[in-house]
């Protein structure tokens, strides 16, 4: 069983009060907290063991502020994958991640890997958004769709598992096309001896 304890930063992203915090905390303490205390940035690291890799996962918790957006965006470049998080019973911040979505690619100028997540299916009776329709959308913002209770631990683990992947895959095929690179620059090049 290989062993890398590669550290991976994570953002996670969404409009405020849709659960960033109490997703990232059921993961990384396995507590949920009741309430709503506005975020503006929070670092929390823990171990992920992926497809028989150990991970060091950086998870950046983001504000849903937009006065928080500039501090946001430096990390855009920095990191490794993201989530994007709506909660199923806010119109609102589903329009939410399409902006921020659309911000990132604005900015960065690579493929990061990054997951639709539709929070809060436990409040099923304020329910304003469909599963049909985030997938939807995640298929429209180029992405994969996820949906969790952060309240009960529905499919918390699999969301950045599965966002651990796709950084794996991504890192891998990235690698793949360096070194075809490198080896064509190698090709190309004569020596005299």
Avoid: W
Avoid at 12 to 22: E, F, R, S
Avoid at 85 to 114: A, G, M, W
């Amino acid at each position: 069983m290989a062993s890398n304890r590669e550290a991976l930063k994570i953002l996670v992203l969404g409009a405020g009060a849709v659960g960033k915090t109490c997703l990232t905390l059921q993961y990384v303490r396995n507590e949920f907290v009741c309430g709503y205390t506005p975020t503006i940035e929070e670092v929390y690291e823990t171990p992920a063991r992926v497809e028989d890799s150990l991970y060091i996962l950086q998870i950046l918790d983001t504000a849903g502020t937009d006065e928080c957006g500039i501090i946001r965006e430096q990390f855009y470049h920095q990191c490794d994958g993201y989530l994007l998080l709506f909660s199923v019973t806010d119109r609102f911040s589903l329009q939410e991640i399409k902006e921020i979505q659309k911000d990132i690619k604005r900015q960065v100028n690579r493929s990061i890997p990054f997951l639709v997540v539709g929070n809060k299916i436990d409040l099923s009776e304020s329910r304003k958004i469909s599963s049909d329709e985030g997938e939807t959308i995640a298929s429209m913002l180029g992405g994969e769709y996820i949906e969790t209770s952060a309240k009960f631990h529905i499919n918390v683990d699999r969301v950045f598992h599965t966002l651990v992947s796709k950084i794996q895959h991504n890192n891998k095929v990235t690698d793949k096309k360096t070194s075809k690179k490198e080896r064509k620059a190698k090709k190309g090049k004569c020596s005299i001896l």
